[in-house]
């Protein structure tokens, strides 16, 4: 089984799969090697490399969602979920959100509440007229809704899959170590040097890897993973063999087996022929 990471991983920094990776995943496929992508992101935020890869087509691949909350097999067409927030959680980070000035998120599938305080949505839209970053980050493609509320105390009665803390890189170093003292009931992974998201204790890409591997008769030792970010360390943790990308945190390059070439530089491909296609 091969597991992958999307941004920073699988995909460029264009967002798009280099044709020499693209390569060697089909052929991996040909060979009965069982694809999973593990990410942040739901279902509808990957269709586009499901559909790149084929995975629909033949075999039996999976996606590990919301960083391994989720788990979707693309031939039979399940859904699997693990365990979830709820409103009280919400409220929990968002008082903490608050009190460290971090703009937050709870994305609860296609509904994105949004808390953000005056003078960071100033700066945010500024940001935003002046190098065109969406206010939403993205977000509400596909038709999702990015919903701003006022107020911590905001009654969110739908399950919450992930929450979201972001502000400047020099913000989020600044109070993280706080931050993770403060919510030490939750998984807080740090996704990029601004970005952190909040997760159920216990829930983890790693998890849904050995999951995905005792579904199908897969021992952890066959498992070969990439990563590139703090979501992805359970996966370093959970296998014999994780390999950090060249562009990886440092917490990631020390926790994983190996490193490979950067995301830019066709880094999965390149392990992959020294793994499995070698001559």
């Not at 014999?240 to 440092?250: I, K, L």
């Amino acid at each position: 089984m091969i597991a992958m990471d999307l941004d920073g991983t699988l995909l460029k920094d264009d967002k798009t799969i280099d044709t020499m990776t693209k390569d060697r995943l089909m052929r991996a496929k040909e060979m009965g090697i069982i694809l999973v992508i593990a990410t942040g992101r739901d279902k509808g935020g990957v269709e586009y490399v499901s559909e790149t890869l084929q995975l629909e087509d033949g075999g039996n691949h999976y996606m590990a969602g919301v960083n391994g909350q989720i788990i979707y097999s693309y031939k039979n067409k399940e859904v699997t979920l693990d365990k979830v927030l709820d409103g009280q959680d919400a409220k929990n980070v968002m008082k903490i959100a608050q009190k460290y000035r971090c703009e937050c998120i709870c994305c609860c599938g296609y509904d994105n509440y949004n808390l953000i305080s005056p003078s960071l949505r100033f700066t945010k839209k500024l940001r935003s007229m002046l190098i065109g970053k969406p206010m939403d980050y993205g977000m509400n493609a596909g038709k999702r809704n990015f919903i701003r509320i006022r107020t911590s105390d905001h009654e969110i009665t739908q399950d919450v899959n992930k929450i979201i803390l972001t502000q400047s890189a020099s913000h989020i170093k600044k109070y993280l170590k706080h931050i993770r003292e403060e919510l030490s009931d939750y998984e807080i992974l740090r996704i990029g040097s601004g970005w952190i998201e909040v997760m159920p204790k216990g829930v983890s890409k790693g998890s849904s890897l050995l999951h995905i591997a005792r579904m199908n008769g897969i021992e952890k030792e066959e498992i070969l993973a990439f990563g590139d970010a703090e979501n992805d360390l359970s996966m370093m943790y959970a296998i014999p063999h994780g390999v950090a990308m060249g562009n990886a945190m440092d917490s990631v390059k020390e926790a994983a087996w190996k490193v490979c070439d950067s995301n830019e530089r066709s880094g999965i491909a390149k392990m992959l022929d020294a793994c499995i296609f070698t001559k």
